[in-house]
Structure formats: structure tokens, C-alpha cells
């Protein structure tokens, strides 16, 4: 077994012991409609959660899940998606291809491949195209940062070469993640997180690792965060300074720096937790402050 095995193996008992922990006591909510493992591509799955008794497009969140790149499942989300849907939307709770057996790109496909049974699905499934949000957490959230710039910007698609779909994302939520991937030619810490993902030779990729250069004024407004005790905390500068650049609407914050107790990575997927719930909240209503008004 190799070191990176060993450490993934390690990464993926301590996670697994921890979803069980946030998930113990929780099902799925009286007013939310669930439709579990429709397949989007040739081998993965998703799930929609909708109130009940809905019988018009929602506003609808694709949520790309976390897991660096090696862990993680749509059910390890169910709860966390759901609570989203009781606050109005359509949520959308999908699989991908896990590294190190799937390697990059896959998963992007993977999401493309989502994004493209939205645009066929969507009147099936009560999603509003008009009203598209997208958000990711750890590695979620660094993939949805690179498929926005793929979607906005013409060079970048053009460099990664692994197509696109028509989306229109009126926000995103960027959750306790990393954009500058780059930073894995540099920093062994990066590095030693990314490689299961990205290989361990990655000067291949070339230009790919710099989506946030191609970052440009048709990136949506972000609804950024991390917090207090977040491995991540100290990245999220490359893409602030970015986002401040191009003059971009955004919202950043660092939650529980007033908390006593731990407020770690990915916090805000314990939905029992207060201020698990108020991340969540505000990222919602920062949502509702971008729908375009329907008839």
C-alpha cells in the first residue's frame, strides 16, 4: 500500500464515522418529495427533492458533493439537500466518479453530463432554468468553480476541451474550498490532497490548473465562505481578489469565529447545528435576492 492509499484509507474511516454522526437521528421531511437514483449518465445516479404538492418549476440548487475528490455520495448528502429543499427549491443530490480508481477529468464530465439531463429533464422534474444555482463544498466547490469558468469563459473552454452544457447559473455557493489548483506544482500540502485526483505528474495539464486566470466579468455572483477551524480557511484569498477584480458580486464570510467549540471544514452539512443552519440560511437568501420574478 502506498503512502497516499494509506492516508486516503484513514481520510475515508474518520469521514464515513463522522456522516454516520450527522446523519443519526434525521429522515427525510414530512413536506419534501424525494424521486432516489435516476440515471443521468451511463453509470451514475441522482436524486430530486421538491416540497410536496408542488406543481410549477422551484428555484433550483445543484449541489456538487465533497469528499476530496476520493470520498463521498449523494447519500451522504440526502439530509443536507433536503433541508435546502424545504426552503423553497428544487434540489438536485447527484454521484460521480471517485478518484483514485476515476482520475480527472471524469469527474467534470460527470457534472456536464448532470447538466445536460437538466436541460432535457427539466420540465419533468419542476426545475426553473431561469432560476439556476449551483454550489460544491471542499471539492465540490472547486468543481464548480472550474465548470463556471468553463460556461463564461470561450479560452478556457476551449483549453479543457471537455464541452459544456447551456446552464445559466444565477448564483453560486462556494463552501470551504480551494481554486487555485495550480498551488498543486508548489505546495506539498495541496499537492498531497490533489494527487489521488489529479495524478501525481500534472505540468500535463497545463493551463487547465488556472481557472481562476481565466475567471472574468460573466462569472455569476458568489456566495463564498469557510470557517473559523477550516483546513481550507487560508485559500480562499486567490479567489476574493479575483472576484474583486472583475468587479463580480460577492458575499465572503468566515463562520464561528465567535464560537467556542470547533467550527471545521465543511461545517454547515450538520444540518442539527445552529450555525450549520445559519451558513445555510444566508446562502439561501442570498439566492432569493437573485430570482428573476416570474408571471
Known sequence: MTISNFFIKIYIA?????????????????QIQRIDNIKYNESQLLDIYYPK???????????????????GSKDDYQFFCMDLATKGFTVINFD?????????????TDCLDLFKFVEKNHQKYFIDLDNLFLIGDSA???????????????????IMNIGCSNLNFKALGLNCGIYNLEMVNFNPFIKAILSPYLGWETKKYGRQLYPLHY?????????????????FKNYQKPLLDKLKEND??????IYGQKEKKM????????????????ANNDQINFFKSKLTAKN
Do not use: C
Open 53 to 71: 404538492d408542488t406543481d410549477k418549476p422551484l428555484p433550483t440548487i445543484i449541489s456538487i458533493h465533497g469528499g476530496g475528490w476520493v470520498y
Open 215 to 231: 475567471q472574468n466579468k460573466n462569472f455569476p455572483p458568489s456566495f463564498v465562505f469557510t470557517s473559523k477551524n477550516d483546513f
Open 140 to 158: 465540490g466547490a472547486q468543481m464548480a468553480h472550474q465548470l463556471t469558468v468553463i460556461h463564461t469563459n470561450q479560452e478556457y473552454r476551449d
Open 14 to 30: 474518520i469521514s464515513t464515522k463522522g456522516d454516520a454522526i450527522r446523519a443519526k437521528g434525521l429522515s427525510t421531511p414530512e
Open 248 to 253: 463580480t458580486e460577492h458575499y465572503f464570510t
Open 263 to 278: 467550527v471545521g471544514h465543511v461545517f454547515h452539512i450538520d444540518i442539527k447545528t445552529a450555525i450549520g443552519q445559519k
Open 96 to 108: 460521480y466518479h471517485l478518484a483514485p480508481e476515476f482520475t480527472y477529468p471524469i469527474q467534470l
